[in-house]
């Protein structure tokens, strides 16, 4: 039974607008929520993260909303440029999980058109 | 730079075949994980460690053993490969708690 869940396996949008991947996840013991960006043929790469004790995190282009009530994440990018075309995962932990052990989305494919 | 590098990026098998998955981090992470990747399933967790000789099932182990002889190194083991097991493999390391991933580059296995 997936905890984190993805319900839009595709994302098409134009350079320069807007990009909103969500996420939602059942589990209400995760408290630290990252996404990851992959290219084919490569590992995943680390993107952008938060912490349950806020509700928004801003890196650049980037930013990761938490909505902790409806147990529900989302990334915006903004502007989208055609480099972001890729395969995006949300990912959850625990911190009572000793390990860290992260649970993925089933991924968004992100696809950028000129 | 640090790094997590698994050993191969493609590997065709044979049904049968006892199959090798290294995968070797430098950052000194006490643990270390093994995905697959499938279309529309996204990242499963197969095997943990979180020391040297310790080791964790996940969510799928079934078919799978691990090997962690040295901090650095991980091994997945496929005991006789079946066509069920051609998947994506990708092997992660991290500090622990709220510390997220390093992830390697993955292999991409096809079992014939």
């Known amino acids: 039974d997936q905890q984190v869940k993805q319900n839009s396996p595709s994302l098409s949008v134009q350079e320069g607008r807007i990009s909103i991947l969500n996420c939602d996840y059942t589990?209400?013991?995760?408290?630290?929520f990252l996404w990851y960006k992959k290219y084919p043929a490569e590992g995943p790469t680390f993107l952008i993260s938060i912490s349950s004790i806020k509700d928004k995190n801003e890196d650049g282009r980037f930013t990761v909303f938490l909505n902790k009530s409806a147990k529900h994440l989302s990334l915006h990018i903004v502007p989208s440029q055609p480099g972001d075309s890729a395969v995006y995962f949300c990912a959850a932990s625990a911190s009572t999980d000793s390990w860290g052990k992260l649970q993925f989305g089933a991924g968004t494919q992100v696809v950028v058109t000129p | 730079d640090v790094k997590v590098t698994q050993s191969s990026r493609y590997l065709v098998k044979r049904t049968g075949e006892k199959v090798f998955l290294e995968c070797v981090q430098d950052m000194d992470h006490e643990n270390m994980f093994w995905y697959r990747q499938d279309p529309g399933l996204g990242l499963r967790l197969i095997y943990f460690?979180?020391?040297?000789?310790?080791?964790e099932k996940g969510d799928i182990p079934e078919g799978y053993s691990v090997s962690r002889e040295k901090k650095e190194r991980f091994s997945l083991i496929l005991e006789s490969a079946s066509t069920n097991q051609t998947s994506m493999y990708l092997c992660?390391?991290?500090?622990?708690?709220?510390?997220?991933?390093?992830f390697g580059s993955g292999t991409r296995l096809t079992v014939v």
């Open positions: 992660a390391s991290s500090f622990g708690p709220n510390y997220g991933y390093t």
């Open positions: 460690s979180y020391d040297v000789k310790m080791k």
């Open positions: 589990n209400s013991m995760f408290d630290y």
